[in-house]
């Protein structure tokens, strides 16, 4: 499978370049694992990401905004999700609509979602779904690189966006997780910022993957951006 080759490919290149962040890949997902993951979501996994998951099932300590304790991201600047992760946050985003509708003012919250010119069509403009699925968080923002299976009429199921807190306007970063993969395995062979750095925390400086000032957000905007022109 493509994605297995990409990702075990960024792998071997993990474990060369930023081995602090190869050191804090966790062991790979079981089939109960996923099964949970797909129960719980109500959906099958795609295979290109199961099969990923199956390698290493995300971090072995994670940041997102369920715990800010220090952890070294496993992507340039995004902490890689495991399949619990997975299931907290989704389940953190279903709460909030879920309370949202019982309070009569989810459409108002919907209304705050939107989307770039360019992928009006593609992607619903939106503030959240049950169809937004996260794969790649920010380490202290709700923000996440996902699959979205709650497409625009012109989008694709399972394509890959941005949602969350702070990426109320969406794009898409892919046409699929392993697209998203040969975005990635680019991205860190041809652009020198993602490399091993460091990161002032409150206990001083600790090791990080990325140049703290950029964001790889940012580097799937600029390539979305350059495919639309």
Same mark, same amino acid.
Request: proline share 6%; glycine share 6%.
């Given at each position: 499978?493509?994605?297995?080759?990409?990702?075990?490919?960024?792998?071997?290149?993990?474990?060369? &370049?930023?081995?602090?962040?190869?050191?804090?890949?966790?062991?790979?997902?079981?089939?109960?694992? !996923? &099964?949970?993951?797909? #129960?719980?979501?109500? /959906?099958?996994?795609?295979?290109?990401?199961?099969?990923?998951? /199956?390698?290493?099932?995300?971090?072995?300590?994670?940041?997102?905004?369920?715990?800010?304790?220090?952890?070294?991201?496993?992507?340039?600047?995004?902490?890689?999700?495991?399949?619990?992760?997975?299931? #907290?946050?989704? &389940?953190?985003?279903?709460?909030?609509? /879920?309370?949202?509708?019982?309070?009569?003012?989810?459409? #108002?919250?919907?209304?705050?979602?939107?989307?770039?010119? #360019?992928?009006?069509?593609?992607?619903?403009?939106?503030?959240?779904? %049950?169809?937004?699925? %996260? !794969?790649?968080?920010?380490?202290?923002?709700?923000?996440?690189?996902? !699959?979205?299976?709650? %497409?625009?009429?012109?989008?694709?199921?399972?394509?890959?966006?941005?949602?969350?807190?702070?990426?109320?306007?969406?794009? !898409?970063?892919?046409?699929?997780?392993?697209?998203?993969?040969?975005?990635?395995?680019?991205?860190?062979?041809?652009?020198?910022?993602?490399?091993?750095?460091?990161?002032?925390?409150?206990?001083?400086?600790?090791?990080?993957?990325?140049?703290?000032?950029?964001?790889?957000?940012?580097?799937?905007?600029?390539?979305?951006?350059?495919? /639309?022109?």
């Amino acid at each position: 499978m493509r994605s297995v080759e990409l990702f075990s490919t960024y792998v071997a290149w993990l474990a060369r &370049e930023v081995p602090d962040a190869y050191a804090n890949l966790a062991p790979g997902a079981t089939d109960a694992d !996923l &099964e949970v993951v797909e #129960a719980r979501i109500g /959906r099958g996994l795609p295979a290109e990401v199961s099969e990923v998951l /199956r390698i290493h099932n995300g971090q072995r300590t994670t940041m997102t905004t369920l715990d800010q304790t220090y952890a070294m991201p496993c992507l340039p600047t995004l902490s890689f999700l495991s399949t619990w992760h997975i299931v #907290a946050l989704w &389940e953190e985003w279903e709460d909030l609509r /879920r309370s949202r509708e019982q309070e009569g003012d989810l459409a #108002a919250l919907q209304e705050i979602g939107s989307v770039f010119s #360019a992928a009006e069509g593609v992607v619903r403009p939106l503030y959240t779904s %049950p169809g937004w699925i %996260p !794969l790649w968080s920010d380490p202290v923002r709700a923000d996440y690189v996902g !699959l979205d299976f709650d %497409p625009a009429e012109r989008g694709t199921q399972g394509q890959i966006i941005n949602f969350g807190r702070d990426e109320e306007k969406h794009f !898409l970063c892919a046409d699929s997780f392993t697209g998203l993969l040969e975005i990635l395995l680019d991205e860190v062979t041809h652009v020198r910022a993602w490399r091993s750095s460091m990161i002032r925390t409150q206990t001083g400086p600790r090791p990080w993957f990325g140049d703290p000032d950029e964001h790889f957000f940012n580097a799937l905007y600029a390539r979305f951006s350059r495919s /639309r022109n």
